[in-house]
C-alpha cells in the first residue's frame, strides 16, 4: 500500500488526539460543575467519580462510531482513496472551524460540526467522483442525516422542558428547606434517582457495548419489567440503609451517582466527535491493506463494508477514556475554566451576557400573560399552599451553606442530563451534551425561581443565540468541509500538503494564544495587596495609553491624516473593550460578594473602574468625532486652531510622565507640582475657548469645523479631570494597602 494513505492515518490521529484533548478541556466543567456548586464533595473526590464514568463511557460507545462510518454518507458509492481523503478532510475542516469561531468569540458545538462536515466533505467527494448515471444525491445517506439533525435540535427543547418538569416537581416535594422532608421519603427519592440512573445510564449504554454478550443483553430487555422494580426495591432499602442506620448523607450520593452517570453519558455520546473519524480511517486502512493483500487495486475498492456492524477496538476506546481522564486530572485549563464558570454563577450579577431581541421579548409577554391566565383560573388556596412551598430562602440561610444552589438542583441537573444524552446514545444519535446539559440547567433555574422577569429576556436572547450559532456551526462546518475535499481531492498530494500545513500551523497559533490567555488572566483578589496593587498599575496603564492615542490624534487631525485616525479609532475601541471585560469578569463580580468589612476597598474599586471607563468615554468621542470630520470632507482646523490645540499637548507632556510614574510606583511626593500645572492647564482652557470664541462665534462658513474644536476643547479637559480624579483614588487604594501592612504589624 501506497505510504501516502499511512501518511492520512497519521494526520488524522494526531488531529483526533487534538480535537479529544480540547474538548474534554471545554466540556469538563458540564459534568463537574453541578456537584462542585452545591458543594458534594471536594474537587479531586467529584474529579475522581467522573473519571470512573468518562472511563467506563468510553468502554461503552462502541455503538456511535458507527456514525463517522455511514451515518451521513453512503460507503459503497466511494472507493478507498476517496473514503480517505474524506475522513481527512473532515478534521482539518473542524481545525479550521475551531480556529475561525475562536478568533470571533462565537459558540460552537463539536457535534454539528461533526455532522455537517461529514455531510460537507461527502458531498464534495460525491462532487468529485459522480458519474455513471449516478446523481450527487445518491453518495449521501439523506434520511439517516435528517434524522440526526432532528434529534440535535429537539433535544433543546426537551431538555428545557423537562429539566423544568422535574425541577418544579422536585421542589414542590421538598421546598428549598428540604431537610425536613428529606428525613423521611430520602430512601424514595435516592431510590427513584438511582433506579432511572441504572436504566438509562448502564442498561441502555450497555446495549452497543462489545463487553457485554447479546444474550445477556437480549435477557435483561425480555424481563425488564421485574428488573426496574428490583432495582427500585433495592436502591431504596440500600439508601434508607446508609441514611437512618449508618447516618450518611445520601443526598450527597444522589449528586455524585449523576455526576458519574453524565460522564458516563458525555463520554459514550462525544467521543465519536473526537475519535469516531480516526475509528473510521482505521476500519478503512485494514479494508484496503486486505484488499492489497488479495492483489486487488485500491482504486477499485468499493467501501461498501463500512456499513457492516463492527465492533471498535476496546483498547482504542479505552486508551481515549485514559486520555480524557488525565485531562481531567491534570488540565489546568480544565480547573479554570470550571472555577470560572462558578464564580460568575455565584456572583449574580446584573450584567446579561446576551442583549434584548424582539423574538425574546414576545415569548416572554406571551408566557407572562399565560401564567396570570392560569393564576386566575387556579383556586386562591392551591395557588397559595404552591407559593409556600417556593418560599426562597433568606440570604443569611443561603450565606449558612456556602454552596452556589442546593442538592436538590443538582441532582436534578444530573441526573435528567444523562437520561436525555443516554436514551440519544442507545438509538446511535449524537447530540451535543454541552448544549442539552446548559438547556436542563436553564430549565431547572427557572422552575426553581433563579430568575424572573428582570432577566428572562435576556436568557432567551441567549438561548436563540445560541440556536443560531448551531446553524452559523453547521453552515461553516458543512462549507469549509466541501471546500477542503474538493482541494484535497482536486489537488492530489500537493491539496493535501497545503491544507495539512494551514491545519498544523492553526494548531500551534491556538496553542500559542491559549498559552497566552493562561498566563494572563486572573481573578481579582480584594484582600491581597499584591493584586489591588497590579489593579492599579493596570489603571495607569491604560491611562498612559489613552493619552498617548490622544496626542497621536491631535497631530493626525490637524495633519488631516484620515488613516491614522482610523487607525487610532481601533485602538480607542479595543481599550474600551478590555475596560469592559474587565469590569465584567473582575470588578462586578468582586463587588457583588464584596465582606462587610471590605466595602472602603470596594468603593475605591468601583471609582477607579469608573473614572477610566470616562476617561476612554471622552477619548472615543474625540477620536471618533475627528474621523468623521475627515470622512466627510469637511474642511481641517485653522492654523491658530492647530496651534492652540499643540499648546495644550505640549503642557499636558510637562506633567503627564510625572503623573503616569506616580500612579504605577505609588508615590505621591510631588502631588502638589502636579496639582499646580493642572492648575495652569485650566487657565490655558479658559484662554483657548475665550480666543475662540472673540476670533470665529461670527465665521458660519467654518461652523462644522469650530464645533469640532469646541468639542475637542471639552473633552480634553474632561480627560484630565478624570487623570487627576484617577490619582485621588489610586492614592487612596494604595494607603488602604499600606494601612493594612501597619495593622497587621501592630498585631505580630
Not at 478541556?25 to 474537587?43: E, M, P, V
Not at 430487555?221 to 440503609?241: D, I
Not at 471585560?581 to 468601583?606: C, F, H, M, W
Amino acid at each position: 500500500m501506497d505510504v501516502f494513505y499511512y501518511v492520512i492515518y497519521a494526520l488524522i490521529l494526531v488531529l483526533s488526539v487534538s480535537g479529544l484533548i480540547v474538548g474534554v478541556t471545554n466540556d469538563a466543567c458540564n459534568f463537574l460543575n453541578a456537584s462542585l456548586g452545591c458543594k458534594a464533595a471536594r474537587r479531586n473526590t467529584v474529579v475522581a467519580v467522573a473519571a470512573a464514568g468518562v472511563l467506563l463511557g468510553a468502554v461503552f460507545s462502541s455503538g456511535m462510531m458507527a456514525v463517522a462510518r455511514s451515518g451521513v454518507f453512503v460507503p459503497s458509492m466511494f472507493n478507498f482513496e476517496e473514503i480517505m481523503l474524506l475522513l481527512l478532510a473532515v478534521m482539518v475542516a473542524n481545525v479550521i472551524l475551531l480556529d475561525i469561531f475562536n478568533t470571533l468569540g462565537l459558540p460552537t458545538s463539536t457535534t454539528v460540526a461533526l455532522v455537517f462536515a461529514l455531510l460537507g466533505s461527502a458531498f464534495g467527494m460525491a462532487v468529485y467522483a459522480s458519474g455513471d448515471g449516478h446523481s450527487v444525491a445518491d453518495y449521501l445517506n439523506t434520511g439517516n442525516t435528517m434524522t440526526i439533525v432532528s434529534a440535535i435540535f429537539l433535544s433543546v427543547a426537551l431538555a428545557f422542558t423537562v429539566g423544568c418538569a422535574a425541577m418544579w416537581v422536585s421542589r414542590l416535594i421538598f421546598t428549598f428547606r428540604y431537610q425536613g422532608v428529606y428525613k423521611y421519603i430520602g430512601p424514595l427519592w435516592c431510590g427513584f434517582a438511582f433506579t432511572a440512573i441504572t436504566y438509562f445510564a448502564l442498561f441502555k449504554g450497555m446495549a452497543a457495548s462489545p463487553v457485554v454478550p447479546k444474550e445477556f443483553m437480549a435477557a435483561l430487555q425480555a424481563h425488564m419489567g421485574l428488573v426496574l422494580p428490583a432495582c427500585f426495591v433495592g436502591w431504596v432499602v440500600v439508601a434508607a440503609f446508609l441514611q437512618y442506620i449508618c447516618r450518611v448523607n445520601t443526598l450527597r450520593l444522589t449528586v455524585l451517582a449523576g455526576t458519574f452517570s453524565l460522564a458516563l453519558a458525555f463520554a459514550g455520546n462525544d467521543l465519536v466527535n473526537f475519535i469516531g473519524v480516526f475509528m473510521a480511517a482505521k476500519t478503512s486502512l485494514a479494508l484496503g491493506q486486505e484488499w492489497v493483500a488479495g492483489g486487488g487495486d485500491l482504486s477499485q475498492l468499493n467501501m461498501g463494508r463500512l456499513t457492516e456492524p463492527v465492533q471498535a477496538d476496546t483498547l482504542y476506546l479505552l486508551g481515549a477514556g485514559l486520555l480524557m481522564v488525565a485531562v481531567l486530572f491534570f488540565s489546568k485549563k480544565a480547573r479554570k475554566v470550571s472555577e470560572t464558570e462558578l464564580k460568575l454563577s455565584a456572583a449574580n450579577t446584573a450584567k446579561e451576557r446576551f442583549g434584548s431581541s424582539l423574538a425574546a421579548r414576545v415569548m416572554v409577554r406571551r408566557t407572562v400573560e399565560t401564567v396570570r391566565l392560569v393564576e386566575r383560573i387556579t383556586p386562591r388556596r392551591l395557588r397559595e399552599a404552591v407559593v409556600r412551598r417556593f418560599t426562597p430562602l433568606t440570604p443569611e440561610e443561603e450565606s449558612s451553606t456556602g454552596a452556589f444552589y442546593d442538592q436538590v438542583r443538582g441532582s436534578v441537573n444530573l441526573t435528567v442530563a444523562a437520561m436525555l444524552i443516554s436514551v440519544a446514545t442507545s438509538f446511535e444519535l449524537p447530540l451535543s451534551t454541552t448544549y442539552v446539559t446548559f438547556m436542563v440547567a436553564m430549565g431547572s433555574s427557572l422552575a426553581d425561581r433563579a430568575w424572573g422577569r428582570d432577566s428572562a429576556v435576556y436568557r432567551i436572547t441567549g438561548v436563540l443565540a445560541v440556536v443560531g450559532g448551531w446553524f452559523l456551526t453547521a453552515l461553516a462546518a458543512g462549507f469549509a468541509a466541501f471546500a477542503v475535499a474538493l482541494i484535497m481531492a482536486y489537488g492530489g498530494v500537493w491539496g493535501v500538503g497545503v491544507m495539512m500545513v494551514l491545519a498544523l500551523g492553526l494548531l500551534l497559533k491556538s496553542a500559542l494564544a491559549k498559552s497566552g490567555e493562561a498566563s494572563g488572566t486572573h481573578i481579582l483578589d480584594i484582600s491581597k495587596e499584591q493584586s489591588l496593587r497590579e489593579f492599579g498599575k493596570g489603571a495607569a496603564d491604560n491611562l498612559g495609553r489613552m493619552y498617548g492615542i490622544y496626542r497621536a490624534m491631535v497631530k493626525a487631525l490637524i495633519a488631516e491624516d484620515y488613516k491614522a485616525l482610523k487607525r487610532l479609532r481601533k485602538s480607542a475601541r479595543t481599550i474600551k473593550r478590555n475596560l469592559e471585560l474587565l469590569d465584567e469578569n473582575e470588578v462586578t463580580p468582586l463587588l457583588a460578594s464584596l465582606p462587610k468589612e471590605e466595602t472602603r476597598r470596594g468603593q475605591i474599586i468601583y471609582r477607579i473602574q469608573q473614572i477610566s471607563a470616562a476617561t476612554c468615554h471622552s477619548l472615543l468621542l474625540l477620536v471618533k468625532s475627528s474621523y468623521n470630520h475627515l470622512d466627510n470632507m469637511h474642511e481641517g482646523l485653522s492654523e491658530k486652531q492647530g496651534d492652540d490645540l499643540m499648546r495644550m499637548v505640549e503642557a499636558i507632556d510637562r506633567f503627564f510622565p510625572g503623573l503616569t510614574d506616580m500612579l504605577a510606583q505609588g508615590r505621591f511626593h510631588d502631588i502638589e507640582t502636579l496639582l499646580q500645572e493642572r492648575d495652569h492647564l485650566s487657565e490655558l482652557f479658559a484662554q483657548c475657548i475665550e480666543s475662540h470664541l472673540l476670533n470665529h462665534a461670527d465665521d458660519v462658513n467654518r461652523m462644522r469645523t469650530n464645533i469640532l474644536y469646541l468639542t475637542l476643547l471639552n473633552e480634553t479637559r474632561a480627560m484630565n479631570a478624570h487623570a487627576f480624579a484617577l490619582i485621588d483614588r489610586v492614592q487612596a487604594l494604595f494607603l488602604s494597602c499600606d494601612n493594612s501592612i501597619e495593622d497587621s504589624a501592630k498585631k505580630d
